[in-house]
């Protein structure tokens, strides 16, 4: 615009002379495209409603310069649309509908519900299409991330369209206009006393519609909605029979989206869903989503929720055939709480599963849950190459730690020393460290157990550094065994250690120390000049 | 010696009381209509006054709400800063392209355009140009 027409158009738009308006609207319909658009921006600055309605009434032939130019017009043309809404007029209603959403007037609402209200009105059914349009538009604006620049306070505007919509549910015996009900609960958020009263009241007017639009309702407000109630304290009932029967793919991605373990309301409410009408079939349930992290989710959530064992296991049943490891996996963790042989059942079956995340799901349940007949496959477990099976066969095994082994050690009798410390050895990564520790330990009775025991869950060889150690012991004894246990040693270090001990004070040593070297290297010895002797 | 004057002697003499106060009243002329025209006069004047200041804040002040054609295009020939030479010559202009609405002719180059100009402008064409240029460049 040059700096002239600027000028003109400055003082057009905000002169308190109504001349003005006249002569836009003569500069609108004439011969010049350029002038016609600046007189469509000059009616939307001034704040003439005859103006305005003048645009309004040319929508249909203004160019998409000239309604580009109505831009000018947003947050000032509301009472023209008003107006133009409630005239009656074709034309009129169609080009402030179409405004009312460029310019997201919300405030509007409320004449559009006097409109749909009306039985004699031309323009029921679109301004209940668009009481629609604007309350998801107005949700859209509340679930985005809040705009500093926004022109409008939204809770605000959501407040004052709630009251409005109310007036309408109290008038819904009149009206019956279900779709108005929707709009109220799309916008009512999950602690909404009115709605909480509808949902506990099937003698209401609006219980109908408002379960119809809770378990039909495609827009995403009410699934948002149902998840927000979900996250407050006391979940209406009909809102868990709801969540319980919908099945629709935004729900359940919704659901999938419960960050697991939840916060105490969640997980109450959670306990209040004793039917998932999505998971009736695992198997078309798989198919329909068919990511691994997503079929886990859904398992966790079956866990978290109400559910009756019998539907438990059918689900588990079903996954363990057709899910992806991951939500195997998960699946078999809702058998925690499940007794019975069904459930034992397929926590075998799973630990012969050639997943090892299945495998390590299923070990994992056995540490709290005993089950005869799955200690080799455990004990085998322990030694598979995959990280996370072996560790939870030994999370499950983990009653036999060396610790346990040390407590019980004196009371265990000599064949079953040897067959558990074996086990022991196996399942505790830690054995050789805590045999270690324990020959180190102040007490000679310890230490000499801990030798001992070493001979018999066979882990000599990997102690020989510390039973070298014990061969200064202050304990003739402990040198003793200590020298007696390096023959099932071997290494340079552990001969120059019994040959050492050969001129220890105490005889016994000498002589443990002399029959290991014996052990240990035979003719080699009977080569090798034995040293000078001291005498006892 | 009664002191007492009896009382229906008194009531009897009621009707002189009555024209007791008559000697107090202005013994000067009657009032006369003349005496208020010096008043009238000024008030008159201050109403003259009024209804000038009136008529020129009606034409000249554009902050009063109105619905006055030919205003409104002083108002844009005063946005514009136009002389009154220019003034003049747009709303010949204006007369011969939107008499209704001279304010138009801001928003209608196409009304400087020569053949839609009176022939008595024609010899003008280097200030319309010029104005035109004002107005749309």
Known sequence: ?536 | MSTTAPLPGLLGQLSHWQRLGDGFRSSTNPWQMSELAPYLAGLGLAALVGLLVHFWRQHNDMSLRCDNPRKLFRELCQAHGLDAQQRRLLLEVAEAACPYQPALVFLQPQSFAAERLPPALAERAAELTSLRERLFA
């Open chain 1, 1 to 536: 615009v040059s700096q002239g027409l600027a000028a003109t158009l400055r003082a057009l738009s905000k002169s308190r002379n109504d001349a003005a308006t006249a002569v836009l609207v003569a500069a609108l319909d004439g011969d010049e495209p350029s002038m016609s658009a600046l007189a469509v921006r000059g009616l939307m600055e001034r704040r003439s409603k005859a103006g305005q309605l003048a645009v309004l009434r040319r929508w249909r032939d203004l160019s998409d310069a000239q309604r580009e130019a109505c831009d000018f017009g947003r947050g000032r043309i509301a009472a023209a649309l008003r107006d133009a809404l409630v005239s009656g007029d074709d034309r009129l209603f169609e080009a402030a509908a179409q405004l009312a959403l460029r310019f997201d007037e919300f405030e509007l609402v409320a004449t559009l519900i006097h409109v749909a209200e009306n039985s004699t009105s031309p323009h029921v059914a679109p301004a209940i299409y668009l009481v629609q349009q604007l309350v998801d538009a107005l949700a859209t604006r509340l679930s985005a991330p809040a705009d500093p620049h926004g022109r409008h306070d939204l809770q605000g505007v959501r407040c004052s369209l709630l009251e409005s919509l109310a007036g309408s549910l109290a008038r819904y015996r009149t009206h019956q206009r279900t779709e108005l009900v929707e709009a109220y609960v799309a916008l009512a958020g999950p602690e909404c006393e009115t709605l909480r009263k509808i949902l506990d009241d099937p003698h209401h007017a609006c219980f109908d519609p408002v379960i119809h639009a809770l378990s039909h309702g495609s827009n995403p407000a009410i699934t948002s909605l149902l998840m927000g109630m979900l996250k407050v304290p006391q979940l209406p009932h009909m809102a868990a029979k709801i969540l319980e029967r919908r099945t629709d793919r935004p729900l359940i991605e919704a659901l999938l989206g419960i960050g697991l373990p939840c916060a105490a309301p969640t997980a109450a409410n959670l306990q209040q869903i004793t039917e998932l009408a999505w998971l009736a079939s695992p198997r078309q349930f798989v198919t329909a989503f068919p990511a691994a992290e997503q079929q886990a989710q859904a398992m966790r959530l079956a866990t978290a929720a109400g559910l009756r064992a019998a539907a438990r296991l059918d689900i588990v049943a079903e996954m363990l055939e057709c899910a992806e490891p991951a939500g195997q996996a998960a699946a078999l963790e809702m058998l925690a709480a499940i007794p019975g042989d069904r459930a034992n059942k397929m926590i075998r079956a799973a630990l012969q599963s050639n997943e090892p995340e299945v495998q390590a799901a299923a070990a994992r349940l056995l540490r709290e849950r005993p089950m005869p007949g799955v200690m080799n496959a455990l004990v085998e477990l322990v030694s598979s190459p995959h990280p996370a099976a072996a560790a939870a066969a030994r999370e499950a095994l983990s009653e036999f730690s060396m610790d346990n082994y040390l407590r019980r050690f004196e009371a265990l009798e000599e064949s079953i020393r040897t067959t558990t410390g074996q086990l022991v050895l196996k399942v505790d990564p830690e054995a050789i460290d805590k045999l270690r520790r324990e020959l180190e330990d102040s007490h000679r009775m310890r230490r000499l157990r801990a030798i001992r025991a070493a001979t018999s869950v066979g882990g000599l060889p990997l102690l020989a550094d510390a039973l070298v150690q014990r061969l200064e012991d202050e304990d003739h004894v402990v040198r003793a065994a200590a020298a007696e246990a390096l023959q099932h040693c071997t290494g340079s270090d552990v001969r120059d250690a019994l040959l050492a001990a050969l001129n220890d004070r105490s005889r016994s040593v000498q002589n443990a120390a002399e029959a290991s070297l014996s052990a240990l290297e035979g003719a080699v010895w009977a080569t090798t000049t034995p040293p000078e002797r001291p005498h006892a």
